[in-house]
């Protein structure tokens, strides 16, 4: 459902790289761009190598999550509160990214492509050449595909291209959601019990709300990291830059504060709803299994209270 909007970010973020042209398009202009060229496929493009890696980073995320935050305050009391949040944030992505990352690589660069005849025509139109005249990588024509043909190019180097960039992406970004998430719930709960003490919201209401508002501050804090990743993963085996530092320092002297921040918006627009979602999940789940686990424990507790007289009955006779 919302891939179109993440494809619209990826290519805004990588045409000064694919194009060499610093006359940049805005959202507007890349939709039209998109739809004219490659019509409604164009913007589903790589769908199959996001959906992956966003169930594997997920189940990853937030199957670590709760384990780590309380493995955290009980192992490090001093490191508890926020701070838990963030690392146990940090670590779940983390584990998630050895998936993650290949199906990432898959994905943006399937995403720049569009049709086979508009990345033709754009290799052709650009003079998309390398150092040492070793042309652009070859269109993909589904995610099995671009996985063979990323590994025969590249190896292992290439299905990882820009993992740490990633991660200095990701990490960020996963702690501060998190942060950001519990710091609003708190907040949120400490003026309800002042203003509404009697007033009551549904958890996976206020996951909803509060996590999209967690998720859209995060977004845009690391939205330079976003673009310095999508640079390093689009490029192939071009040497337009060499790591996460000189594509840093080529983005800033060439396109300024914007180049950096390129794409904010559709990223925002990406990760509100994602993170609402996500976190009402996550708040539904909870509840359920916390209810569970106390219906657990009223059984447990009933049935001793019956167990208990039978026993002595039959001791007295």
Known sequence: MMHPIDTIKTRIQSQALISGNQSQKSIVQMVRTVWIADGLRGFYRGIAPGITGSLATGATYFGFIESTKKWIEESHPNLGGHWAHFIAGAI????????????????????????????????????????????????????FQAGCSIWKEQGLKGLYAGYWSTLARDVPFAGLMVMFYETLKDVTEKGRKKWAPNFHVDSSIEGLVLGGLAGGFSAYLTTPLDVIKTRLQVQGSSTSYNGMLDAMSKIWKTEGAKGMFRGSIPRISWHIPASALTFMAVEFLRDHFNEKLDNDNVQKVASLSIEKPKSSFGEVA
């Open 92 to 143: 779940g992505d983390t584990l998630g990214s050895f998936v993650y990352v290949p199906c990432e690589v898959m994905k943006q660069r399937m995403q720049v492509q569009g049709s086979r005849t508009s990345w033709n025509s754009t290799i052709m139109k650009d003079k998309m050449q390398i150092k040492s005249g070793a042309q652009m990588y070859g269109y993909y024509q589904g995610m």
